[in-house]
Each structure stands twice: as C-alpha cells, then as structure tokens.
C-alpha cells in the first residue's frame, strides 16, 4: 500500500520557519521525483519544488527561492521542505506528490493527504 505522510506543519509567525517531511513507503521511492504541491483555500494547485529520483537536481518556483529548500533521503525514504522567511501568503495547505514517467509515457504518481501551513502573527 502506497502512503506519503506529511509532518512538520502548523503555526509560524512572518519571518519564522518550518520543516516539512514526507515518509513514503508501498513503492519504489529511489526511482520517484518528488514534489511538494500547496493550495489555499478556494484556489488551485500551485506547484512549489521538487527533486530528481537521484536528488542531484531541484527546482522551485520563484516565489519561494532563496526561502525554501527541497532535499530527500533516499534511504529513510523521505523528504523534507525547509522553509524560511516565511510569510502570509505561503499559507495553504502542502502536499507531498511522488511521480514517475515510465518509458511508455505513463505517468505514475502519488499524493499525500496535505498538512496546513499557517504563516501568521
């Protein structure tokens, strides 16, 4: 059985921090890119890093470089999300997603059950 669990989240102040994890278990995690995904409330998905299977490469989107950081343990089939400098509008809700496009274009990918963020004084 395939399960990705967030932890990690809650209450910050503007310009404080937080450090999200991810447990995966029920697949092959060395072989997945990893994501994490937030949204807020009434809004859609916004895509915010991610890291190669490897972990030699991530990205971010531009609202959060130089503020997060994705990382991955590939032994302790895990992630993490360090986030600093945070503020209010990083508020939302974050998701953990596993993904894998096999050789025949099938996209495989996993989600977990989201953990709240709230960037607030």
């Known amino acids: 059985q395939v399960q990705l669990v967030e932890s990690g989240g809650g209450l910050a102040q503007p310009g404080g921090s937080l450090r999200l994890s991810c447990a995966a278990s029920?697949?092959?995690?060395?072989?997945?890119?990893m994501s994490w995904i937030r949204q807020v409330p009434g809004k859609g998905l916004e895509w915010v890093a991610c890291?190669?299977?490897?972990?030699?490469?991530?990205y971010s989107t531009d609202s959060v470089k130089e503020r997060f950081t994705i990382s991955r343990d590939n032994a302790e089939n895990t992630i993490i999300l360090q986030m600093n400098s945070l503020k209010p509008e990083d508020t939302a809700v974050y998701y953990c997603?596993?993904?894998?496009?096999?050789?025949?274009?099938?996209?495989?990918?996993?989600w977990g059950q989201g953990i709240q963020v709230t960037v607030s004084s």
């Open positions: 997603n596993a993904y894998e496009v096999e050789s025949s274009g099938r996209l495989n990918d996993y």
């Open positions: 029920g697949f092959s995690f060395g072989t997945y890119g």
């Open positions: 890291i190669y299977s490897d972990g030699r490469e991530t």
